[in-house]
Structures are given as structure tokens and as C-alpha cells.
């Protein structure tokens, strides 16, 4: 896969990054090396570098045409615009990179080769190249992927698929030698890997190095200031691979976590529950879903969005079947095997453990209940990295890449591993960031990898503190368990509150454990941290907890006698944290800061972020009180449905259910007492609002119209529909769009739209061009009407212009059908932009159609077409100039206000509004205050009132509500001038005057 996406699109726009060629050089170095490789130089490409024939990785072809055709069942933020992108970049014809004018060369040493006998190494024996090209090629695929980014080409070039002489540029680069005929490094020799990245970027080239030379004595001896050592640079030369880096063996182990887990009585909740799904589908509004889509959060950041495509790539390869039938081992060996190989590869620590039913989440992406299917778990952690950790203020333009780094590490590493058990016959998949069916946290606890923490639902680990990323995987190989572990964490948090104090958002708690879904833990804000991780304007994402955690090991406990006080001695908890911060640990280490504060705005170059950057020092003046803390939660009760639709938080019930949460004692005496337990999950809340249905067409009608076909997957009938109606599709969960029906209302087989791709729009339809294709699963709406057809007038017109010919259509089916006078005309700017000529001239009411086509200067009158007649109704959809062009012609020809219907299928152009505040006015007599920067809909969602919203726009009516009294202004695109007079828009539409009271029937 990584040889696969060693390619990809170039950004159009050009960075502006330093012009310093060593700056750039420097800065590419540093990246390379926070991707962990050993040794990272710079050269330019000389003309005897490229090979006669590039060598190819046969496999290839086959992963491209498995991203060609497979459709992930994932919800995470940007899933579509990835694929989008990587099938697109896989389409292009082979391209040559001999312009390429400068690499980056990464060499991976080697840890020492298995030995004799050693346990648990029965996986891993001969695998050093490959170790080495998998993770040389990480890093050289991240890294050409961030130069695109930059608006640079570059290419990234592995021992399996390369257009270069690796060894060749490695000694250009300055890594390695030329010595009795073999390329040597003077400080690994012959052991190690090399990958390189070509690109267009101009940077400083290293120098050569003479043959010859060795290691210098501080490095040998351990005594210089090198980030590593000849003694710390294999933490497995004293070690098995099996026992891992970290002394585990050394820590306390327990039957049973520290943190209580009711495990019969564990609320299992959807997919769907994610705050950043439901962030994606706008459940805590258009601000926060603006902020998530397309995974704007990592995409604003350069140096995150350069993990991303192989993150993405990677959700292809977490399934599969076994490969024959199972290798017969012991339990422990496997064990063993699993531990020693993932160590090996470079996951920094592993635990095994079951995987009992509870720890999977009830439902999946597409609503459908899940199965527990596999009884053990393999989870592991990847450190997000010490050195970099250390300059930053975690919550600055490094936190998202710090995160992307680790979840891209879990998911190469944790797909090697599932794909050689399947080889070995058993069934695994991979649970990561981007696609789980498992929640992490219990299965760390259950396989000693941690404890709770007071962050929340972060597990510490004794050391890496929090600064870590997990992944699971799980699989029916046999296999003995880890038990949990007790290091004293319980304690410490009770008595430090430095990660409440420092948090930015106010999320997490300063008060006691408590039982959230069967769990006893330290429930912080999940809306509060979210909201803030990917919305706020002076970073990307947050990580200041991890940052300033006492167990850090940046921190105080980076020394081994602290680390050891705080296992052993509670009572010491609370000054050993006053302690961390007397030594001003988590504040930022300058020296440490190496990456560009690079920011993309609304699609544009990456830049130098025009907002202050975060660069917090402690607070440690603040006394932070959990009386003054409001926090919400969302425990099982308040969880959304399981199927892809909006469900918006309600954050009074939220906070409520916080207030109602208990101890874990009273949790044990409820139940002793048989009563039922708090948090319970109910999937149906009343009918679904969505049906799975399967694109049954995809047919290319212009350059930029494509018509599509929905059908039930098993043939059955889809619900009625009426002339009129449109369905609601989701595009992507941050993509709902909606679109007229055009078929024939009678054909219930399938349901028709057209979709004209606008690239200056808001992103929906140029992504459904991009994703829909025949066969793809898609989840839309039951038809809706707000445009409805009067079946009873003397003569029917409608009247169409470009895309807005689509809900005539499907009156004209109708129409026909009944008998009715009818005409229609369909205006155009050229043929060939049009859809459904080919159709329209097939219809058997073909002879009611009249066409307007500009440029063949049969352009519509709309005086002369439009006569009324008693009883005559005219119909319109299209831009809103040519709606109003046609509205106007039919008032002036004599038509009713009744008479004349048309429907927005965009929101047209808006005066400049200035929003004021007013205040809306329920049954009840309750009065709700809506501020000058929200909505009404907003102001209701957020004081415990249901309101149901899909567009935001005030284009699709759902949010429509009955309107006792007030003055209104109106700036909605559905209501009539008569339905203002008792219904308002509750998304767009506001009281006309400043501090002005609407009363609503709500």
C-alpha cells in the first residue's frame, strides 16, 4: 500500500515556506527524524542516480484496483475526499520524475537479528531488510505526500519500488561510504535500509563523508550530548523482543483494573456516538461541523495532512479472511510471537487480553447491530513522540501531527500483524482511528497497558504517561493474556488536577470518579474537548493535557526515583505535582520547536497562520474549583440512533445527566438492590428517517450534469412519492444535500435526481461526482415535499431552467398520467451542458416540451409564455434570476399569488445581514435568548429543546415551526407570503428588530 501511494496529486497552490535552502533542508531533516528515521541527508540528484528500468512492486496493480473498487463502511471525517483522491492519483498514466532536482535520503538501522533459541521470534527471523523498507517507506511516503502539499511534486522511492539508486543517493546524501566495495554507515555499517524521496523542492544537499571513519568516543561511551547512543540506540541488546523496550515485568500485576467495570451492565452504543461522527453530521452545529468537514482539522495543517492519505489508504487493509486453515502453536508461543514481532517492527508497547462482548460497540457505520466475532484483543501503544512533545504547547500546529503520526504507525504496523495472522489461517481486523468496531480504553485496562486516568477516558501508562495513541487487534488465534496493572495512578489523580487546570476547554473534571456506562471513571466534557479540538483558530487539535501531565515523561517522572515515589508512596502525589510545576515541567522547550507554523484556509496555499499560535506557559496561579465547573455528558440514554443521519446534542440533558451520574459505592448498592440500571441504550427512537438503498445508474449525461438511480438492494418497492418531492442524500455525513426527484412518481422500482457538479460550491456535489458510482451503498431520506403539484388546475406550467428541470420532469410524468393541460419548457444556456435531452425526446409527452437554448437564439420570453387563465398554475425551479424572471411574467400576466410555486435548489444571493440578539418565546411561557452569532435553532438545540435541522440554509423546510406572534424577518426559501403569517424557519429566519420577542409554537 505505501508502494502503492508513493504518488499523489500536487497541490496547485504554492506555500509560502522559508526561501533559505538550508531552512528547508533543516526543516525536512527534523521531520524525518520525528518520523523516528535513524539518519536523514539531503543531495541532489545526480544524473547516474536514476535507474535504466525503475524496479515496481507486482502487487500494486492489485491494491490500486481494490481502491478502485471497494467502499469503506467508515464514518471518519474526509474517508470520501481520501479515496476520492488516492483513486484519482492511481488513475494517472506513469509519469516520469527525471525532473526531480533534489531527495531526501532515510536510513533505518537495524536492531540486532533475532538470537538462537530466543523466544517469540519464530515470526521475525530474516526480516531486517523488510523491517527496514516498511519503515524507511513510512516516512518517505509522509514525506513526499507533505512536499505536494507544499505545492511541489515529489515521489517517494522504497528498496521495493524505486526510479533511483538508493545506496547511490545515500552517498551523495552523506550517510554512507564507499569501502572495499560495500556502502557502509560509520555508525551501523552494512545494517541498515534506505528509502529516499525525490522532488522538485530546492533544499541545501549534505556532503559526502569520507570513507573509513568511526563513531567518536561520547558516542561509544554514552558520555556526549547525542539524542542516542552506541548504548541506548537497540533497546533490545540486553533484551528479548518479546519483553519489549519498557520493564514491564517490573510493575505490579492485578486481577482486576484499578478502575471498577460493572461488566454486565456496560452500555454498548453506536458507531454513531463518536463525537467527531457526530460532530461531522452537525449534531453540535454548523460551526463545529464546518470545522470537521472533509477532516478540515487535519487538513488546515500541513504537517498532519501529510499522514493522512496512508491513513486513509490503510482502512482498505483491516478486513480480510484467513488463508487456510489455522498454523497449530501453544497459546504461549503465540503470545510470544505476537509480542516479539510487534516490538521488533516498532510498536512501544503491547498487551494482550480478551475481548469480551461488552467492549464492542453496538452498531455499525450503517446502522446494522454488531456481532462480537472475535475473543481476544492485541492492543498496543505508539509514543507520540518525547522530543517534539517538549516544544510544543500542545495545543499549537504540531498537536495534529503528533496524533496522525501514531494512529499511521498503529495502522502499518497493526496491518502487518493482522495480515500475517490471517496468513497463518486465523481471522483478525484491525481497529483504528479510522475505522474501529471496539472501544480501546477497557481493552488497555483489561491488558495492562495502563490505568485510568483523570484526563478521562485516556489510559497512562507508567512509561509513556498519556503521550500515546492506541490501536487494537482483534483475532480468534489462541493465545494467553496479560492481567491489569497497578502502578499507584488512582491516587496520584486524585490528589493532582494539573491536566483539569491546564485544559483549554474546560472539559475535563476537578471532581471525583464516577460511573459513566458501567465504567467508574473521571468523565470529562467530551463536547467541551471536541468542540474546542477542532475549531480552535491558534493550533490544530489539542493535546495540553498529555503535554502537561506530571507522568510525562518530559516531566518530573522522567527520572526513575520520582517515577518509583509515585508508585509506591500516594501520600506524595499531591507534592510531587506541586513539584512538577515548581521545575516549570510542560512548559515549552524553544530548542524543541522545529516544524512550519503552516495553516490552509478555505482551500487555499498553506501559509504562515495569520493567528496568534498557542504557546501557553502553565498556570499555575489557577485554583480550579469543581464547583464551578458545568459540564455535559452523554451517556447511553442520550446517545444517537445507529443509523448515518442527524441527531443534534442536547446539551441541558446533558448536563443534567452529568449532575445525575454516581459513585461507583451507590452503583454496587442500586444494583445489590435490583435496580435497573442508570445508562441503557435504546438503537430505536421511532421510525428511521433513512433508507439504505444501492446506486442503481450512474449515467453521464453532460461534462457536469450526471444522473443517478437509487434502488433497494433487495428490489422491493421504495416508499410512494409525489410529484415535487426531493430525498435528502448523504453525500458524506458532513455532505447532506438535497435533490428533487425526476423519475416518473409511479415507477416505484427506483428513485431518480440529477446532480449538476458546481466546483465553486460548497463541496457536495463536485464530492458525489467524485464517489457515487453504480453499486455504491448510499443512505437518503424517504421523499419530502414542500413543492407540491395542484392536481386540479385548468392548465399546469413548468418551467425548468438548467438543473432546475428536474422536479418538472416528475410533474410532467404525472401530469401526462392524469390527463392534465400541461406544458413544459426547459431553458438552457447550451445543448451541451443539458441534461435529459436524450430522455425528454423518449417520453410519451415529448410533445409537450419546449426547449430554450441561449446560444441557439431561442432563448425563453417568459411574457409571451406564461398567459393565465382561471385556474392555470405555473411552476418554477432554477437560478434565482430565472425564477424571478418567470414569477415576474406571470404576475404581470394575471397570476395568483397562489397560483405561482417555485422551488430554491441553492441559496441565492443574500443582502450583507447584521444579526441582533431577540428572544423566542415558547408555550410554556419559557423564554429562550438567541444571540447576535446564533441561530434560533441553535438557541433552542442548546437549552434542552429538540429542533430537528438538516441545511442550515433555510432551504429544506424540516426546521419549519408554527409562529404565534412577532415581527419576523423572513429569510427562508420555502414558506409562502401566506404560511409567514403562522410559520417561521427556525434556521435562518430572526426577529426584525434589535432585542425583539418572537413567539413560537414550541
Not at 348 to 368: I, K, R
Not at 685 to 706: F, H, N, Q, R, Y
Request: a negative charge; aromatic letters at 8%.
Amino acid at each position: 500500500m505505501l508502494d502503492a501511494t508513493r504518488d499523489g496529486m500536487i497541490k496547485r497552490e504554492m506555500a509560502e515556506i522559508p526561501a533559505d535552502l538550508t531552512e528547508r533542508a533543516n526543516h525536512l531533516k527534523a521531520f524525518g527524524y520525528y518520523c523516528d528515521a535513524s539518519m536523514v541527508g539531503a543531495c541532489a540528484i545526480p544524473d547516474a542516480a536514476w535507474l535504466d528500468t525503475p524496479i515496481a512492486n507486482p502487487d500494486v496493480d492489485r491494491l490500486a484496483d481494490k481502491l478502485r473498487t471497494i467502499q469503506p463502511k467508515s464514518l471518519a471525517a474526509g474517508i470520501d475526499v481520501i479515496m476520492a483522491g488516492l483513486r484519482e492519483s492511481m488513475a494517472l498514466p506513469p509519469q516520469d520524475c527525471r525532473h526531480h532536482t533534489h531527495a531526501l535520503v532515510l536510513l533505518y538501522d537495524h536492531p540486532r537479528a533475532p538470537r538462537d533459541g530466543e523466544q517469540g521470534t519464530d515470526w521475525i527471523q530474516d526480516a531486517l531488510p523488510q523491517r527496514a523498507c516498511l519503515r524507511g517507506m513510512e516516512t518517505a511516503v509522509t514525506l513526499a505526500s507533505y512536499i505536494r502539499t507544499l505545492g511541489f511534486d515529489a515521489r517517494a522511492h522504497s528498496m521495493a519500488a524505486t526510479d533511483v539508486h538508493l545506496g547511490a543517493l545515500a552517498a551523495h546524501a552523506g550517510l554512507v561510504a564507499l569501502e572495499n566495495g560495500a556502502l557502509l554507515n560509520p555508525f551501523t555499517g552494512d545494517r541498515y535500509g534506505l528509502a529516499a524521496v525525490t522532488t522538485t523542492l530546492a533544499m541545501t544537499p549534505d556532503q559526502p563523508i569520507a570513507p573509513g571513519q568511526r563513531p567518536p568516543g561520547s558516542y561509544r561511551s554514552g558520555l556526549g550530548d547525542h539524542a542516542k547512543s552506541a548504548r541506548t540506540r537497540d533497546p533490545f541488546a540486553k533484551r528479548d523482543f518479546a519483553l519489549g523496550p519498557h520493564p514491564f515485568e517490573t510493575l505490579t500485576r492485578v486481577e482486576e483494573p484499578t478502575t471498577y467495570i460493572d461488566r454486565p451492565n456496560v452500555a454498548r452504543v453506536p458507531k454513531r456516538a463518536n463525537l467527531f461522527v457526530r460532530g461531522l453530521f452537525g449534531d453540535m452545529g454548523r460551526y463545529v461541523q464546518e470545522a470537521t468537514k472533509n477532516g478540515n482539522y487535519v487538513r488546515k495543517s500541513a504537517a498532519a495532512y501529510a499522514f493522512r492519505p496512508s491513513l486513509g489508504a490503510f482502512v482498505l487493509l483491516q478486513d480480510g479472511g484467513a488463508v487456510g486453515a489455522p498454523t497449530p502453536d501453544t497459546p504461549e508461543n503465540n503470545a510470544a510471537n505476537i509480542k516479539a514481532a510487534l516490538y521488533f517492527l516498532g510498536v512501544d508497547a503491547v498487551g494482550l487480553s480478551a475481548c469480551p462482548d461488552w467492549a464492542y460497540y453496538s452498531h455499525d457505520t450503517t446502522g446494522a447491530p454488531i456481532t462480537p466475532y472475535h475473543d481476544s484483543a492485541i492492543s498496543m501503544i505508539i509514543d507520540q513522540g518525547h522530543e517534539t512533545m517538549e516544544g510544543a504547547s500542545g495545543d499549537d500546529w504540531i498537536a495534529c501531527a503528533q496524533s496522525m503520526r501514531a494512529y499511521l504507525r498503529f495502522s502499518l504496523l497493526g496491518g502487518v500483524l493482522a495480515q500475517h495472522l490471517r496468513n497463518l489461517g486465523y481471522t483478525a481486523r484491525v481497529h483504528s482511528v479510522m475505522d474501529e468496531e471496539v472501544l480501546h480504553p477497557p481493552l488497555l485496562l483489561l491488558s495492562g497497558l495502563g490505568e485510568v486516568s483523570r484526563i478521562g477516558e485516556v489510559i497512562l501508562n507508567p512509561f509513556l504517561g498519556p503521550r500515546l495513541k492506541s490501536g487494537v487487534v482483534t483475532t480468534n488465534m489462541p493465545m494467553t493474556h496479560d492481567k491489569p496493572i497497578d502502578f499507584g495512578l488512582q491516587k496520584f489523580c486524585e490528589a493532582c488536577n494539573k491536566c483539569a487546570r491546564e485544559c483549554p476547554s474546560g472539559a475535563i473534571t476537578a471532581g471525583p470518579k464516577l460511573m459513566f456506562n458501567g465504567y467508574e471513571i473521571w468523565k470529562s466534557d467530551s463536547q467541551k474537548c471536541t468542540t474546542y479540538r477542532v475549531s480552535q483558530k491558534n493550533g490544530a487539535m489539542c493535546g495540553r493535557c498529555m503535554k502537561t501531565c506530571p507522568w510525562n515523561l518530559e516531566g518530573l517522572f522522567a527520572e526513575a526515583p520520582f517515577r518509583k515515589l509515585a508508585m509506591t508512596v500516594p501520600q506524595a502525589a499531591k507534592a510531587l505535582a506541586k513539584l512538577d510545576d515548581k521545575l516549570g515541567k510542560g512548559a515549552i522547550n524553544p530548542v524543541k520547536k522545529w516544524w512550519w507554523d503552516l495553516e490552509m484556509e478555505d482551500d487555499g496555499a498553506y501559509r504562515p497562520s495569520r493567528h496568534p499560535v498557542n504557546a501557553r506557559s502553565l498556570q499555575t496561579g489557577l485554583d480550579l474549583k469543581y464547583a464551578d465547573q458545568t459540564l455535559a455528558v452523554y451517556p447511553a440514554p442520550l446517545a444517537p440512533p445507529p443509523y448515518p443521519w442527524p441527531a443534534p446534542m442536547d446539551r441541558e440533558a446533558g448536563i443534567a445527566a452529568y449532575e445525575a451520574m454516581i459513585s461507583a459505592k451507590e452503583h454496587r448498592k442500586r444494583r445489590a438492590a435490583g435496580v435497573p440500571p442508570e445508562h441503557v441504550y435504546t438503537p430505536v427512537k421511532g421510525d428511521a428517517p433513512v433508507l439504505a438503498v444501492v446506486i442503481s445508474k450512474a449515467e453521464k449525461m453532460s461534462d457536469a450534469v450526471t444522473k443517478y438511480e437509487f434502488a433497494m438492494p433487495d428490489g422491493s418497492d421504495l416508499p410512494a412519492a409525489t410529484a415535487g418531492a426531493h430525498i435528502d442524500v448523504v453525500v458524506a455525513p458532513e455532505f447532506f444535500r438535497q435533490y428533487s426527484l425526476s423519475g416518473d412518481p409511479a415507477d416505484r422500482s427506483k428513485y431518480q435526481i440529477a446532480v449538476l457538479r458546481e466546483d465553486q460550491g460548497r463541496g457536495g456535489s463536485k464530492l458525489m461526482h467524485r464517489i457515487f458510482e453504480k453499486g455504491r451503498r448510499v443512505f437518503i431520506s424517504p421523499p419530502i415535499n414542500h413543492f407540491p403539484l395542484v392536481e386540479t388546475a385548468s392548465r399546469t406550467l413548468l418551467m425548468g431552467g438548467g438543473i432546475g428541470i428536474t422536479p418538472m420532469i416528475a410533474m410532467a410524468h404525472r401530469l401526462h398520467a392524469i390527463g392534465a393541460d400541461f406544458a413544459l419548457h426547459y431553458s438552457l444556456s447550451r445543448r451541451a451542458d443539458a441534461g435529459f435531452l436524450d430522455d425528454l425526446a423518449r417520453v410519451p409527452w415529448a410533445d409537450k416540451v419546449h426547449l430554450h437554448i441561449s446560444d441557439e437564439g431561442t432563448r425563453a420570453d417568459f411574457a409571451q409564455l406564461t398567459p393565465y387563465q382561471p385556474d392555470a398554475h405555473i411552476y418554477t425551479c432554477g437560478p434565482d434570476a430565472y425564477m424571478t424572471a418567470v414569477m415576474d411574467a406571470a404576475e404581470a400576466n394575471g397570476f395568483p399569488e397562489d397560483a405561482r410555486h417555485l422551488e430554491y435548489f441553492a441559496v441565492p444571493e443574500q443582502p450583507d445581514y447584521e444579526n441582533h440578539p431577540f428572544t423566542l418565546v415558547l408555550n410554556d411561557g419559557r423564554e429562550v435568548a438567541v444571540a447576535a452569532d446564533e441561530t434560533a435553532s441553535d438557541a433552542l438545540i442548546a437549552a434542552g429543546i429538540h429542533v430537528d435541522v438538516k441545511c442550515s440554509d433555510g432551504l429544506c423546510g424540516v426546521c419549519k415551526c408554527g409562529l404565534r406572534g412577532g415581527d419576523v424577518a423572513h429569510r427562508d426559501f420555502v414558506l409562502s407570503k401566506a404560511q409567514r403569517e403562522t410559520e417561521i424557519i427556525l434556521c435562518q429566519s430572526r426577529a426584525a428588530e434589535p432585542g425583539g420577542k418572537i413567539s413560537i409554537d414550541l
